[in-house]
């Protein structure tokens, strides 16, 4: 068997806001967050355009610390073509890091390696140029930033 | 085999009126897709009162044959100021003849159409919305132009 390979797809940049919203505690353990998608750009070889406001992120942060994201949102490719992203995946990292990276002042920065952060990707797309993106697996690397977060997706190949 | 179990009885646990934007449309692989964007809304109920605290919103899928599953999300703030995460599958049967309107961006004209949701909550444990945790619940409403109202209620 050969190993499956990654291609890069395209880089997301999201603007999220703030406050998050925090149910706590559930009755499982840990929380519930609301986040909101303000908007954003994205771009890759072969495709850009911007985030559509509206959709959002609510995460469970469990009692380990884990965040465990659900997002759903959409992207606009500059052609007019609307793409659905779902979003499932893990960031953690030591405590002092992820109370680091939940309260990131402006300027500040935290090493992208000092965390882990991955996501596992599913579009929706229209029948056409872009609809390969509804064919693959994707994995996403990312990083939290001041306003938001990065995410790179790669093509599982 | 023993007999049958007695069928539940339901409870009215409150009324959720919806308002959307202008939805987002687009076919996909997996048939018409729409995102209907969660602008106002209004919870009702002896229990609880309150509103969506985000936006939030409703993913459907309007099939070929004029049914719709939706599938939504939003988080609730009660008057006591206590958070609610509602998730939401549910089943709308338009008329085949209504896709056409969608697809051109006419909106989801259903009104009287069987709509039918099958409602799950996150609460804070301890809070005074715990009940919704321990629950099934089923919501039947209607869905007009920008419009959804729902009546839940509680499975006992």
């Known amino acids: 068997m050969t190993e499956p390979k990654f291609e890069f ?25 609301s986040v909101q998608i303000l908007g954003g750009e994205f771009e890759g070889p072969t495709l850009k355009g911007t985030v559509e406001p509206g959709g959002g992120e609510w995460p469970h942060v469990r009692e380990d610390g884990v965040f465990c ?39 500040e920065e935290v090493p992208p390696d000092a965390y882990y952060l991955r996501s596992m990707t599913m579009f929706e797309t ?7 993106l509804s064919r693959y697996v994707f994995v996403g690397v990312g990083e939290r ?7 790179r997706y790669f093509k599982v190949v | 085999m023993s007999e049958s179990a007695a069928a539940p009885a339901m409870k009215h646990a409150f009324r959720l009126e919806l308002r ?21 809304s209004k919870v009702e109920g002896e229990r609880i009162k309150g509103s969506i605290a985000d936006d939030g919103g409703d993913w459907i899928v ?23 995460y509602l998730r939401s599958r549910g089943v709308i049967r338009a008329r085949p003849e209504q896709l056409a309107l969608f697809k051109a961006g006419k909106g989801l004209e259903a009104g009287e159409a069987y ?38 209620y509680e499975v006992l």
Not at chain 1, 92 to 101: D, G
Not at chain 2, 20 to 37: A, H, I, V, Y
Not at chain 2, 62 to 82: A, L
Request: proline share 7%; with cysteine; aromatic share 10%.
């Open chain 2, 115 to 152: 709509y039918r949701t099958a409602p799950y909550f996150d609460a804070p444990a301890g809070s005074n919305c715990e009940w919704l945790t321990k629950a099934l619940f089923v919501g039947s409403g209607r869905f007009h132009g920008d419009r959804a109202t729902l009546d839940i």
């Open chain 1, 126 to 132: 229209s029948p056409g140029k872009h609809d390969w």
């Open chain 2, 20 to 40: 959307f934007d202008k939805p987002l449309e687009f076919p996909s692989m997996s048939g018409e897709r729409g995102f209907f964007r969660i602008v106002e």
């Open chain 1, 69 to 107: 994201f659900d997002a759903r949102y959409h992207l606009r490719v500059d052609d007019g073509t609307l793409i659905m992203i779902q979003n499932r995946g893990y960031r953690h990292a030591s405590p002092e890091v992820m109370e680091k990276l939940w309260s990131l002042r402006p300027g």
């Open chain 2, 62 to 84: 309007f099939r070929p044959d004029g049914v719709v599953e939706t599938d939504s999300r939003m988080m609730i703030r009660t008057e006591d100021g206590v958070l609610v």
């Open chain 1, 9 to 33: 797809a395209l880089e997301v940049r999201l603007r999220l806001k703030k406050p998050r919203l925090e149910l706590s505690p559930l009755p499982v353990g840990g929380n519930r967050l």
């Open chain 1, 145 to 151: 930033t001041e306003t938001g977060n990065k995410i």
